[in-house]
Structure formats: C-alpha cells, structure tokens
Nanobody, 126 residues
Framework: VQLVESGGGLVQAGGSLILSCAAS????????IGWFLQAPGNEREFVAG?????????YADSVKGRFGISRDIGRNTTAYLQMTRLKPDDTAKYYC???????????????????WGQGTQVTVSS
C-alpha cells in the first residue's frame, strides 16, 4: 500500500503545476483524498480535499480560485492537484493523503488521514 506524488518542481511566480498522486496496492474506493503542504519550520496545513464521489471539494482560503483538486473516478487510483497563479508563499513540500470514509464529505485534519505519500517539493521563485 503506497501513495506516490509527482509533478513538483521549480516554477516562476504566476506559473502553474499539476501534482499527481498515484495509489499502489489499493484503490481510492470509499476514500477521501487530501493534499497538504508543509514548509520548513511550519506545521502541516490542509490545502484541498475531495470526497469519494468527486463532487464535494474543499480548499484552504489561501488557494481558493487558484488550485483545483480532482480524482480519476474511473480507475480510482490517481488524484491531482492543479496549481495555477503560483506565489512564492506556495513554496512547500506537498503531500497526498487518503482517509477511509464512506460518507461524501471532506476531512480537514491531517490526523484523519491514514495513508500518506512521501511528498513532492514545489518551489516558486519571485
């Protein structure tokens, strides 16, 4: 059982990135998916989450209107975080996480997620 993030990198302010989160050894059935970030010296923060049906999403205020979360409902093994209009303050390591949840809601706390990836670094230069 493993989650692998990819798609991070160095981008100029105003640029875009798409992060991917791939499940290995399991599927996202009955799961909520979240993206979190952690900058050096800071606490882990919720960025975005998507409920198991894909129709309910939540975003941190800092990324609303700029980031979009989605999941591949068909294969149910991949999720994405589309990041646009990136700012230097978005610089952090981004983690994908999965929580078992049969209701169509989004979990906001990291402690509610049971499977985590290793993270992918996003660096936004000014």
């Amino acid at each position: 059982v493993q989650l692998v993030e990819s798609g991070g990198g160095l981008v100029q302010a105003g640029g875009s990135l798409i992060l991917s989160c791939a499940a290995s050894g399991f599927t996202f059935d009955d799961s909520v998916i979240g993206w979190f970030l952690q900058a050096p010296g800071n606490e882990r923060e919720f960025v975005a989450g998507i409920a198991r049906t894909g129709y309910v999403t939540k975003y941190a205020d800092s990324v609303k209107g700029r980031f979009g979360i989605s999941r591949d409902i068909g294969r149910n093994t991949t999720a994405y975080l589309q990041m646009t209009r990136l700012k230097p303050d978005d610089t952090a390591k981004y983690y994908c996480a999965v929580g078992l949840l049969t209701t169509n809601t989004v979990l906001l706390r990291g402690d509610d997620y049971s499977i985590w990836g290793q993270g992918t670094q996003v660096t936004v230069s000014s």
